[in-house]
């Protein structure tokens, strides 16, 4: 799945176009490397999100096409 679909799924970020815009822009770097949009997101990696001064760190723990609000944080773990 790409990075961008991924991060909205999981509820991380809102919306995608806004996903797309921070790997655009390199505040999203997955195993401390930026990445772009279409990154394939696999299972054990961890997503750094840069927001302000802020750094964010999740690791992927489950991947799905549709995921249910209250659901959406099991496809990662804070770290």
Partial sequence: MRIDKYLKVSRLIKRR????????SGRIAVNGRPVKASYDVKVGDVIEIT????????????IAEHVLKGDAASLYKPL
Avoid: M, Q
């Avoid at 176009?17 to 655009?24: F, H, I, L, Q, T």
């Avoid at 927001?51 to 489950?62: I, S």
């Fill in 17 to 24: 176009s806004v996903a797309n815009e921070a790997c655009d």
């Fill in 51 to 62: 927001l302000g001064e802020r750094v964010n760190k999740y690791e992927v723990t489950g």
